[in-house]
């Protein structure tokens, strides 16, 4: 098999006496030696095939067809014989230089290179001629395979890129200046030391390179030439030099040489020691080739690849090469080639050099494989943010292709952003949950106007009536059990909102306690009742016969009941039906409202827990602030239970379920709360009561009401008149605002506790701030009892009623 570089080459003989050895060897490098005499290869000069001509004067005249055989036994690299006299080389030398004069006026051959191969041992070759008539080289017989090697190996390929260029005519120009650019960029020198004599023969090149004049180049001493050569060089290119000569093997060395330039250069300088008959001793020949542009192109490579490398290795993206996998031109996958260290960071793959993204990745999406198919055909670089749902990431992406059509590599620069969009997904979502909250809020305000608005216009019509009619006691008496209902739903509109608040902030504080799923449906109808009945609905109520024991806060699961039973009297029409029902189900029991309402649409079944909605219902029509099924919801859950809602649609009525854990077995019976007694309660006596308020009206209205039951009730309306009247009528009871200006009810609590003339006095917080915290506080600042506004009458009877039972039992025991 020839190789890559092989050329066909003209060998030609003086005397048609081709040397069989040079053919020999010229095949053996891979070459085809076409052998013609002077004569033919003048008369073949057309042909296009030849890349080089190879002139071999090895042989004299006188022996030239015996010798040839003799040579050509000898085998390649063994040399092209010995020549005859020195007369006859003379005249072979003349014959020789003619030749390549034919050769070069010969129009076909006239742009080849021409190497000639002189005579061994023949001083007297005419070396000068053969460069002037246009030899290119001459070299010494016998020729060296790897000297001639690397010489064909050169001219060839120039030869080669020259006849390429010369195929198109815009280029020629170029081709040629390139070609000779080339060939003066090789700086290629050759010389010749005789060691005996010390004198080195160099040519132009040789001169230039090492800066010595043309008279040192035509035969001074070698000393010129080691003092050009770089000092740190020296030792280890004269050790090769002096190793050569005791060896006679060639050798090859790279070094730095200062020229003409005064700039020191680096070559690559071979020699092989040689034998000359004509004159004995030993001769040192060989070629320096200046090789500074190829190292200061590695140089610049070599710093670009490790700016590229270094950029590579710490850039935060992930960067990896890939070349794309074709089926019936489809692509299907991808190999990875080459990565950067941030490629596992994005993608979490490791060792994937070599492996395809499926091995890697099975089941990976297969737009990526359509997307880099398309980048590869088309040329055109594509950016794009896409999901890899396979890897569960997402990825901002740069890919173009490396290198050009018919290159199946994609370079791809990308990053997770996975953390990105899920954050602008949560963004977004939280963007839309505030848009509805705040939908949601305006609704919640607008309805709690018109919730608490219903209350008080009747309050307002029957304060009207009783002042036009003062004297009528059956109208007063209608009117004050209207006024009384309407301010019990006031209160009721105020502790929905307060448990919403301290649900929220997490404030509810559960009072459990064993009781029965009987106990706690049967409070909770007997509230409910009235709404019911309001609305001539029919309430069937159906319970399990066994008690079913609850640890539980019974007020607020009684407030759950409350709430799904009011909400179904709401929400359907007059004249309705409703089923409450509660059963035992596993470990759990399992309450349901059940109602022939006006029902829920599917699609809203999800959000009737939702705080502050009344899906697919009218709140003025039915009332509420769209906050009772949340307060369900979030009291359910405290108890560790589940609620649950189902309709089929519209005008189809509801199902409203909760499910909450039953007592473990052995757990105590429930015991029925006791009840209010119907009987009058004992007459209280009267005491001294001080009522605090900055609301004016707020503090005469409770004065009034106390005195009407029997108490004796003064009003004072800030707290340095309460400290004075308190020092002055010695009270047994004080009612305090705490948001009062100046002193508030906190401070004025400490210094009344601080005097030691008022330490029996009951102090009673009367604010409207009611949560835990609130209590907290008012406990610390010395209050006894905390209410909350508006206070049931009965409760400040109640009170009154304890606090003088036990006074006048204190007082009893110390007579």
């Known amino acids: 098999m020839r190789a890559s570089n092989s050329a066909r080459i003209l060998l030609v003989e003086p005397h048609d006496a081709a040397s069989g050895a040079l053919a020999q060897l010229l095949s053996e490098l891979g070459h085809t030696p076409l052998r013609l005499d002077a004569q033919a290869a003048i008369a073949h000069a057309a042909s296009p095939e030849l890349a080089l001509i190879v002139v071999d004067a090895s042989m004299t005249a006188a022996g030239s067809r015996a010798d040839a055989g003799s040579r050509a036994d000898a085998g390649p690299g063994s040399g092209t014989g010995s020549g005859a006299g020195s007369g006859t080389a003379s005249a072979h030398g003349a014959d020789v230089i003619a030749l390549i004069a034919r050769l070069r006026a010969a129009p076909g051959l006239a742009g080849l290179a021409l190497i000639v191969i002189a005579p061994e041992g023949a001083p007297s070759f005419p070396l000068a001629q053969a460069y002037a008539a246009g030899a290119i080289d001459v070299l010494p017989s016998p020729v060296l395979a790897v000297a001639l090697k690397a010489k064909l190996a050169f001219l060839i390929d120039a030869h080669q890129t020259a006849t390429r260029q010369r195929r198109s005519d815009s280029d020629l120009r170029d081709t040629r200046a390139r070609l000779e650019i080339t060939l003066a960029a090789a700086e290629l020198a050759t010389w010749t030391w005789d060691v005996a004599a010390n004198r080195v023969t160099a040519d132009a090149a040789m001169a230039r390179l090492f800066n010595v004049p043309p008279e040192i180049a035509a035969g001074g001493p070698l000393q010129h030439y080691l003092n050009a050569i770089h000092p740190d060089d020296l030792p280890h290119t004269t050790a090769l030099i002096d190793s050569a000569l005791a060896s006679g093997q060639p050798y090859d060395v790279e070094y730095r040489v200062r020229g003409s330039d005064k700039l020191y250069h680096n070559v690559i300088a071979r020699g092989q020691v040689v034998g000359d008959a004509a004159a004995p001793g030993q001769h040192l020949r060989g070629v320096v080739i200046d090789i500074t542009r190829q190292k200061q192109a590695e140089a610049r490579l070599g710093a670009s690849e490790e700016r590229y490398r270094t950029l590579f290795e710490s850039v935060d993206t992930g960067v990896c090469i890939i070349e794309v996998l074709f089926e019936d031109d489809t692509a299907f996958d991808y190999r990875f080639i080459e990565l950067n260290p941030a490629f596992v960071k ?57 290198g050009g059509p018919g290159s199946r590599l994609v370079a791809v620069l990308f990053t997770d952003i996975s953390e990105r969009v899920a954050a602008d997904a949560e963004l977004r979502r939280l963007a839309a949950d505030l848009s509805e909250a705040d939908r949601r809020k305006t609704e919640f305000l607008a309805t709690l106007a018109h919730e608490l608005r219903n209350p008080l216009a009747p309050i307002r019509s029957g304060l009207q009536v009783l002042r036009l009619n003062a004297g009528n006691a059956a109208v007063s008496a209608r009117v004050q059990d209207i006024m009384d209902r309407q301010i019990d739903h006031l209160v009721a509109l105020v502790d929905d909102l307060l448990d919403v608040a301290r649900i929220t902030r997490g404030q509810i504080a559960l009072k459990p306690e064993w009781t029965s799923v009987q106990q706690v449906v049967t409070d909770a109808v007997d509230t409910s009742r009235p709404l019911i009945d309001g609305a001539g609905h029919q309430l069937r109520v159906d319970l399990p016969a066994q008690p079913l024991a609850l640890y539980a806060d019974p007020t607020r699961i009684r407030q759950v009941i409350n709430n799904l039973l009011n909400n179904a009297a709401r929400y359907t029409p007059q004249g309705g039906r409703i089923t409450l029902s509660a059963r035992q189900d596993s470990a759990d029991v399992l309450i349901s409202v059940t109602d022939n309402g006006i029902g829920i649409a599917a699609d809203q079944l999800a959000a009737v827990f939702d705080l502050f909605t009344q899906v697919g219902r009218s709140a003025h029509q039915a009332g509420g602030l769209g906050i009772g099924l949340s307060l369900v919801r979030s009291l359910a859950e405290q108890h560790g239970g589940q609620v649950g809602a189902a309709s089929a649609g519209l005008g189809h009525g509801s199902v409203f379920s909760v499910r909450l854990p039953l007592a473990p077995p052995g757990a105590p019976p429930a015991t029925p709360a006791p009840g209010k007694s119907d009987a009058a309660a004992p007459a209280a006596s009267a005491l001294r009561v001080i009522v605090v308020d900055d609301n004016v009206d707020a503090a005469a209205t409770l004065a009034e009401l106390l005195t009407l039951i029997g108490h004796a009730a003064e009003v004072a309306n800030d707290g340095p008149a309460a400290l004075a009247m308190a020092a002055l009528l010695r009270p047994q009871v004080m009612f305090l605002d705490i948001g009062m200006p100046g002193m508030d009810g906190y401070a004025l609590a400490r210094a009344l506790r601080q005097d030691g003339r008022h330490a029996g006095v009951l102090l009673v917080a009367l604010t409207g701030w009611g949560s835990g915290e609130d209590r907290e506080r008012t406990r610390a600042a010395g209050f006894d009892v905390h209410l909350t506004k508006p206070v049931d009458l009965s409760a400040l009877a109640d009170l009154l009623a304890e606090h003088a039972r036990r006074a006048g039992a204190t007082a009893l025991a110390a007579s």
Not at 357 to 378: A, C, I, K, N, Q
């Open 346 to 402: 994005h993608t979490g793959l490791v060792d994937a050099v070599g492996k395809t993204v499926l091995e890697m990745v099975p089941g990976h999406d297969s737009h990526w494989f359509s997307t880099y198919g398309r980048v590869v055909t088309s040329g055109v670089p594509v950016r794009l943010v896409e999901e890899a749902r396979a890897m569960g990431r997402w990825f901002d992406v740069y890919a173009t292709r490396v």
